[in-house]
Structure formats: structure tokens, C-alpha cells
């Protein structure tokens, strides 16, 4: 990891951690409404937001800075600085909203547009994920250590987000039928996970681009493929919080070559 990189890092890891408390406090507890798309958003939600951004810009004002909640609906961010960041303040806020335990805060450094460091704060076990490319994935401080598996149907556990576009329900049959499911109720959460092996992989046709960039360096430092189905949302060129919905599947090797037998990129193209 170079310097940069790392100054950047540091800094990331402390932010994050400051709002630990507040995350917790309000869990379950804030009032939320529901957005124009159907998703819902609480006060904790802007808060985190404008906090984590105005601290990372203290320290790199020349990076372009993103979040779900704290740019405005009519703007179009061009990313021409070097390093972006990429937050997602309350990942599952529907969960947090009513008190289910699977939320987290998601945050992803980019290096022109590529996922190079992702730090995730999981709620439910009151851990930080974080790694990428090259560097240790780190799962509260200890490295995780991953070892190589083969899909089995007895103890593989696929992530998946429901309900399904019908399209996708034909090749997902097998799926459906033999496999064990979890749905969180939080992509990141699903992609953190998989990272470190405690999911075999997981199916996702709901997230966005901040859903999944932090992630996308975590299974870079796994070596775990994340395969978009449909055009890559790397590198990431402009930021809208009205970005597309970026269907995918994610996981060991095993699993995504299973997947991949599936022809789900046949329903998307």
C-alpha cells in the first residue's frame, strides 16, 4: 500500500469509528420516511453522511466526494480527481430503521475510478471489514485467511435480496431448489460476507453503485470475482444518486463458475 493510499486509509478507519456510537444510539429508534424510489432514509442517514464527508474533506480536499444522501438530485458529478470516496452512510436502512440488526456503513476509496480500499462497519457484529487489492483483509483487525471450497449443497450458503425480477426466476430455479438462502436486507453486508467466507457467494439485482464499491475492493483482496451483469460500473467515470441498479453475482470461484453455467447474463442482454 503506498503512502497515499494509506494516509487515506487511516483516516477512513477513524471517521468510521467516530460514528459508531451514534450508529447505535439511534438504532431502531429514528423516525425514517420513504424516498421517491421506494427506499427508506432516516435523519441518522444525512447525519452520518455530512459528518464523514466534511471530516475526509478536512484531510483531501482535492478528492471528489460521494454519498447516497449528500449530493443533490439534479447533480451530475464529473470524478476527474485522482481519488474518489464512495459512502453509504446506513446500508439496510430499512433494517436499522425497525430494528433489525443486519446494517452497516460502507465506504470505498477509488483510485482513478477503481475500488482500491473498502472499509464496511458491521452492525450486527459490531466489527469493521475492510481491505483491497493487494492489501490484508482485515475483519476487526485479524486477518481473515481464506481457504479454497467447492460449492456443496449442504453447507454453502448463497446471499440473495428478494423479491426477484421475474426474468431471473427460470435460471435461478437450481438455485432456489438446492442451496441454502440468506437475505440480509443489506447488499453490502451480503458482499462484505462473501468476502470473508462466511457466505459461499451471493445474487444481487437491487444495488447501486455505493451499495457495492467498497465491497468490490474486498473481494479484490480475497481474489473473489464480482461479475456485473451488464456494463461494469468500473471505473467509475461520473457519480449520480440516481445511479442505475447494477445486477450482479460475487463469490468464491467455485460458486461463480456454477453461476455463471446458469446463463443468468442471457436475461440482461
Keep these: 500500500m503506498d503512502t497515499a493510499i494509506r494516509h487515506r486509509v487511516n483516516v477512513a478507519r477513524a471517521v468510521i469509528r467516530e460514528e459508531v456510537g451514534f450508529f447505535r444510539k439511534q438504532f431502531g429508534q429514528v423516525p425514517s420516511e420513504w424516498k421517491e424510489d421506494a427506499t427508506r432514509v432516516t435523519f441518522a442517514d444525512f447525519a452520518i453522511s455530512e459528518r464523514i464527508l466534511n471530516n475526509l474533506r478536512r484531510s483531501f480536499a482535492d478528492d471528489n466526494l460521494c454519498s447516497e444522501e449528500s449530493n443533490p438530485l439534479d447533480e451530475i458529478l464529473d470524478l476527474k480527481a485522482k481519488y474518489t470516496w464512495v459512502l453509504d452512510p446506513i446500508d439496510g436502512t430499512n433494517n436499522y430503521a425497525i430494528g433489525l440488526p443486519f446494517c452497516a456503513i460502507a465506504l470505498a476509496l477509488l ?10 462497519y458491521d452492525y450486527a457484529r459490531d466489527r469493521l ?26 453447507r454453502s450458503i ?73 456494463e461494469t460500473a468500473f471505473p467509475l467515470k461520473t457519480f449520480h444518486v440516481r445511479a442505475p441498479i447494477i445486477p450482479f453475482y460475487a463469490g468464491t470461484p467455485s460458486f461463480c463458475s456454477y453461476v455463471r453455467s446458469l446463463d443468468l447474463e442471457a436475461a440482461f442482454s
Excluded at 483510485?111 to 464496511?120: A, D, Q, R
Excluded at 481491505?131 to 471450497?149: A, E, F, I, K, Q
Excluded at 470473508?196 to 468490490?216: E, H, N, Q, R, S
Design 111 to 120: 483510485k482513478w475510478g477503481e475500488p482500491v480500499y473498502g472499509l464496511v
Design 129 to 154: 471489514i475492510e481491505g483491497g487489492p493487494g492489501c490484508p483483509l482485515l475483519d476487526s483487525g485479524r486477518r481473515v485467511h481464506l481457504h479454497d471450497r467447492e460449492l456443496d449443497e449442504r
Design 158 to 230: 448463497i446471499g440473495m435480496h428478494f423479491p426477484l425480477p421475474a426474468k431471473v426466476i427460470g435460471p435461478l430455479t437450481p438455485v432456489l431448489a438446492r442451496y441454502r438462502l440468506r437475505s440480509l436486507g443489506s447488499g453490502a453486508l451480503n458482499l462484505a460476507y462473501t468476502a470473508i467466507g462466511l457466505l459461499d457467494g451471493c445474487i444481487d439485482f437491487k444495488v447501486k453503485v455505493w451499495d457495492i464499491a467498497a465491497c468490490v475492493a474486498l473481494l479484490r483482496a480475497a481474489n473473489h470475482p464480482f461479475v456485473p451483469l451488464g
